[in-house]
């Protein structure tokens, strides 16, 4: 049986998977964490091709801020951005900036808040993460406990605004597009 129809029959790669992720947003959005495994991932690292280039990796710590702490775009990692990000801004109505970040094998990033909801996508290797189940000082939301998983290439891990997050366990370098949603300027 055939669940999803028409939905999605001559869409690219990419803006099926921004259809994903945009109705897993519409879903989670500021209600807690999820993970998803978005249709059309191939599209977003058509780029990708094993070499690592740009500045240096900035060094993991708390309270990372999107758009001023991460690596711009490197070369080769992933194809697309501008229209992943306009894409879903678009669906979610809001404004989505994007940057890199790079984990170093072994490295930890612990303590961070998100400032804004968050999309923490691998582009390339794998890392483990934990998003604690409330903002600091609010009732609990959807999770009884932490959510701890291992994050590879082709997920998707939404963090909503104030919620605490670390990434660490990176047994090689990992690279992850974070992507951020801002709400709209008028």
Do not use: I
Not at 1 to 14: C, I, P, T
Not at 49 to 75: H, K, S, T
Not at 76 to 88: E, K, M, N, R
Not at 175 to 185: F, G, K, Q, S, Y
């Amino acid at each position: 049986m055939d669940y999803e129809g028409d939905w999605g029959k001559g869409a690219s790669g990419l803006e099926l998977f921004v259809r994903d992720l945009a109705l897993c947003l519409s879903v989670h959005r500021d209600r807690g964490p999820a993970l998803v495994w978005p249709d059309g991932v191939d599209a977003v690292l058509s780029g990708n091709d094993g070499v690592r280039r740009g500045r240096a990796d900035p060094e993991p710590g708390p309270d990372l801020e999107p758009d001023r702490d991460l690596e711009p775009e490197p070369d080769g990692v992933a194809a697309g951005t501008t229209d992943l990000t306009s894409g879903l801004g678009e669906l979610l109505g809001c404004r989505v900036g994007s940057s890199y970040l790079t984990l170093p094998t072994g490295a930890q990033s612990t303590g961070n808040t998100a400032a804004t909801d968050l999309v923490l996508l691998p582009v390339r290797g794998s890392c483990g993460g934990r998003v604690e189940p409330s903002p600091p000082g609010q009732a609990r939301a959807v999770l009884d406990r932490a959510l701890e998983l291992r994050l590879r290439v082709g997920e998707a891990l939404y963090v909503p605004n104030g919620f605490g997050y670390a990434l660490n366990g990176a047994h090689s370098p990992c690279t992850l597009l974070v992507l951020a949603l801002h709400p709209p300027v008028w």
